[in-house]
């Protein structure tokens, strides 16, 4: 397979979805960036803007193509056909009444989940991207930035680690360049890490100090011009000079949860193994006689405040998932309808 192709992350999971006129190096193309009707494809012969078919744009938010994705290009080259099945997708409910899944970043190896060590950093917060990361199908990473602005670096990397077991957690300050070096292990050649985390963090600066270049706009240009209109608001795929590819996702003020199937529990394995302690089956870990749950809060071992944010994001989950699937099968009888209807009056005209 082509060289540029294969340093873009191309590997057998997305050829074998190819069928024969499709294996050529300039019908096949990651996405770059999405643009309101149109598409920034880097393809094995170079970048390409291309449209999206018509059956792509009728499609679901889910079924098009997003940052990250494998697509194929019809003959013409200008014209995107088809979405290769995901390796991995990071999504989130998008905000508003309408919820729906909004697809934030396709086929991504690993997820920079990006913290600063100052008020910003809150053990909550981590815990609700590191359920989404698990359910992306991507490895998270704990990234602490601003570690200059603290005498105590270390107590932010102690609760890092309690979001959940086992998390790496790494930490980068601006004045120790070589505390890159870890972050670009795990970016390796042709991995894919998609940056998220709140605005301000730091993700636009370390996308700059990975690329070794400001491609992207940081923070503190906006301060200058006080419009904003140099930081990053859309999401874009960079090929980092060292190999590898970096997708930064600008700060998402609302991140709601739904259809995490078994991640939440991932992320909260210790209360999950504490919960089959429990007297009851259905412990509520509320105010139950031999409560495993509520026992390891009063011995210490568990911080009350993983139990609220647990089953805060259980309840949330619930909720959004049985709201999305309404919608969708409201959407399913409307077709249906809509059909039907249709069918009827041919009828009519037959007769
Ligand atoms: N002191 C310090 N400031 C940082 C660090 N990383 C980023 N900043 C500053 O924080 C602000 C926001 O950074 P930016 O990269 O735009 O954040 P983004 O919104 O996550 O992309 C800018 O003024 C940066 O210069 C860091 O490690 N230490
Ligand atoms: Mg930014
Ligand atoms: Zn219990």
């Known amino acids: 397979m082509n060289e540029l192709l294969r340093s873009l992350g191309l590997v057998p999971f997305f050829t074998q979805q190819l069928s024969g006129s499709e294996l050529q190096p300039e019908r096949l193309g990651r996405v770059m960036v999405v643009q309101r009707s149109n598409i920034r494809v880097l393809c094995g012969t170079g ?71 100052n008020e910003e950093f809150k053990e909550s917060r981590l815990e609700r991207y590191l359920a989404l990361c698990s359910e992306a199908g991507a490895s998270p990473v704990i990234v602490l930035t601003k570690a200059d602005l603290t005498e105590d670096a270390d107590e932010y990397v102690r609760r890092a680690h309690t979001t959940q077991a086992g998390v790496p957690v790494e930490v980068v300050n601006p004045h120790q360049p070589d505390s890159l070096e870890a972050l670009k292990a795990w970016i390796g050649k042709t991995s894919t890490v998609a940056l998220v985390g709140s605005s301000g963090v730091g993700k636009s600066t370390l996308l700059n100090a990975l690329a070794g270049d400001d491609i992207a706009a940081t923070g503190a240009i906006r301060e200058d011009d006080k419009k904003g209109r140099h930081t990053t608001t859309h999401r874009q795929l960079h090929i980092l000079p060292s190999g590898g590819l970096l997708i930064d996702v600008p700060g998402m003020r609302e991140l709601r949860v739904a259809e995490l199937d078994g991640s939440i529990a991932t992320v909260f394995d210790d209360i999950e193994q504490l919960a089959r302690q429990c007297r009851f089956a259905d412990c509520h870990h509320v105010q139950e006689p031999g409560c495993a749950v509520l026992n390891a809060i009063e011995n210490h071992q568990l911080d009350p405040r993983r139990l609220v944010n647990y089953q805060k994001l259980l309840r949330e989950n619930a909720q959004a998932t049985s709201s999305i699937a309404e919608k969708r099968s409201r959407a399913r009888d409307f077709a249906k309808m809509v059909k039907h209807g249709k069918a009827a009056k041919e009828q009519k005209h037959k007769l």
Do not use: M, Y
């Open 47 to 117: 970048e390409q803007l291309a449209e999206l078919s018509p059956a792509l744009r009728q499609a679901g938010p889910a079924e098009r193509p997003t940052v990250g994705d494998w697509v194929v290009l019809d003959e013409s080259l200008h014209r995107a056909e088809r979405v290769l099945t995901r390796k991995s997708l990071f999504k989130r409910v998008s905000a508003g009444e309408n919820s729906d899944l909004q697809p934030i970043a396709a086929n991504i190896d690993v997820l920079f989940i990006v913290t600063s060590c």
